[in-house]
């Protein structure tokens, strides 16, 4: 046995522990103790030693700096004693801190999202819950049989631990973790229920006899404890697609374990019932003019309405704009830079979350990238082919943009806006005839649309039509706990939504090197 | 004379403008250019340029492509010229992205630079099984097997491939080289293929060093 000593606190291991999976299972035991701190920290590419997030001070017995941790954490990160948890076993006695305890990040997950109009008729009396479990975040919302919404609450993810996005997730799975990925999300949405119910005042949790739980695929896979194997590589065969109710208990939901528990359709491997329940919540099933509707996020799902059909797509466009794979990159909390603007001469001027009381700038969310990358155009310290003259642009004080952070942004712009463009060809849409885009997910409402366009992320043509649709995928499970028929529509919906395999369609590769350039 | 003209050449070609290249080609052969020196000193020099400067991160993968283009119609017309005057490629690689992975843009990166150091390239696509690389080698006779993979869950038919070529026989007469944004040194030792490389520039200078002996 040896001691490892995590925030000061002792626990006693085998020697060879590797430091990864202790801090993971230290950081599922809770925050309570001190030594729990080790929630704090997250393994956003699944311990691959590429993101750097899982960097911890250690000291004692421990394996060889990797190769990982010299490109990592460089030559001054090692000397301050940093290491990449992911990367070292420990062989004997050691000490690790974690750094700051974890703050709070579960106010900025978003919540409230557009809702199209519906015919209520409850599929439940006494109360019902929708639950949306996203890659990231998880978010619910309680209702009364009367339609009224009574209560909402957000969370993180808990299976952030392994990973951000949902290949990592799988690729842990596949290591043996899938029992404890399900419990870990299980966990979260019984509690999340917890809360809302608590929040309502509502002290019998039985009288809650209905939850719509949504999500993408790989989501709903983990959480049903379905095998994901087949999504981890081509032909990505989804075989369950869902779509109907399950019993609370045969997916653990002790929280109601009496409740009726309806997952909506999915559509393919990579665009999940969340996509589905968005739709419906922008009203993309019903008839109407061509429309879009996207969520920009790691896996970039989007489904146009056209003359022609319904048709829709996922472009992977990587976790660039919730801040993993840029050097300073973080998550919207306390501390990230989330807007930037010309200042004056050539100075920028930022704003940082919780600024306001006192919060210093510590690294650069979605948003304020998009910003970042806009003003760099502008003052041309980067040119329109996406190179940065100088090394580093600082974009506040001690928030530094680095040339493969310009790079990073170039990838994940331009394949949200070749899969738009290839999306808008498939079904023989022109630009012009496209009335709403609407931008699904926390990151639609915090983006300065005008950015956006600037650097490409969006065609600038669309920019005046853009509609930030919130939450829509909770919007959209919640119309399907409020209305039964809601249910049909969306069966319906997804069967006749046309897949655009975009890896084989050459008009997508295309344009994803000609949208990778700035048009200036 | 003949120095302005493949400087113009290898010009135009980083900057992507494949129809002027293909203009200037033709002109290049009429002032007696030998095609050899056309192709070194002209298409493959512009290229060199591009590759360095992609390597340095100045240049970024659309500039490389359209580079990479231009050439390619550039040797294209040059071929059966080349081929009169008996001008050999200096090897030949395949080059495919693993079996249960889609991914091809990198790979045909790759696949662009190492035809811009005067290798052969054999393309077998994306989602190729690991029998299909060694087959492939086999039968024509490949020195290199370049795998690309994009997916953490897909990287692992890498050592597949490395076990299949221990398993044929001609692991000593193959060079593997493995890349793709997953990838790392660590995992090429790891798995026992002979070369990691970031990019594709770095790709083709290391192939091009095995292929002469230089490695
Ligand atoms: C474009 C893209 C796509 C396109 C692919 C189009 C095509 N024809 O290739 C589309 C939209 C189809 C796609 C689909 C998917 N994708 Co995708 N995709 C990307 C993206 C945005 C860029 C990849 C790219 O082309 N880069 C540009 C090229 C030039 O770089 P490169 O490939 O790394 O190659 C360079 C080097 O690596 C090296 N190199 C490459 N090969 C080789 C070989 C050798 C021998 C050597 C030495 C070097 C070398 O040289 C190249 C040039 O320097 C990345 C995210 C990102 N930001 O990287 C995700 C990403 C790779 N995709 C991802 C995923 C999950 C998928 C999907 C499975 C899911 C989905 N949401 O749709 C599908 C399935 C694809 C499939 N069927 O296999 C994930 C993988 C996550 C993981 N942990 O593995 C990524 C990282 C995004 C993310 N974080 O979610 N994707
Ligand atoms: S570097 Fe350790 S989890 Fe990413």
Redesign the pocket.
Known sequence: MIRITVNGKDYYREAGQELGVFLRTLSAEGTSDSGGKGAGLSFA??GHGRCGKCKVKASGALSAVTAAEERCLGETGLAEGYRLACQVKASGDCEISTGEPPQDKNGCVAIEGEMAEFELLPSFSGYGAAVDIGTTTIAAKLFDDKGNELSSFGMQNPQGRW??????RM?AALKGEAENLAEAVRGAVNEIIDRIATLAGIAAKEDIRSVVITGNTVMLYLLCGIDTEPLT??P?EAKELFGRSFPAASIGLAAVPEAEIYIPPCIA??IGADTVCAALAVGLDRPGDPAIMTDIG???EMVIRSKKGLYA????????FEGA?ISMGMGGFEGAVDRVSLGEGDRLTAHVIGGEKGARAIGICGSGLIDAVACLLEFEAVDETGFMEEDECEIADGVRLIRNDIR?VQ??KS?IHA?ILTLMHASGTAVGDVVTLSIAGGFGKFLNIDNAGKIGLIPSELVPRVSAAGNAALSGASMLLLSVPARERALSFSRMVDVV?????PM??QE?MNQMAFEC | MSEGILLEISENLQRGKAKVVKELIPQALEAGIDPETILNDGLLAGMNVIGAK?KEGTAY?PE?LVAARAMNQGAAMLKPYLEEAGVTSIGRAC?GTVQ????????N??KMMLEGKGIEVIDLG?DVAPETFIQTAIEQDCQLI?????????MGVMADVVKKAEEAGIRDKVKI???????DEAFCELIGAD?????????AD?AKAFLTGNA
């Open positions: 590419c699944g990973g951000a996005d949902v290949i990592s690729e590589h081509a990505f491997a990579f790691t896996n970039g797509c996922s472009t992977a466009a990587g976790p660039a794979g990073a990838l994940a394949a899969g395999e975009l890896s084989t369609d997508f590769s994803f | 992609f993968v490389v080059i249960g992975d889609l991914h091809d843009i990198g790979k990166l790759v994306t370049c795998l690309s993979a994009l997916l953490t869950t897909t080289m493995i890349g793709g944004a997953p990838v070369k990691y490389t970031p990019d594709a520039a770095s790709c290391a």
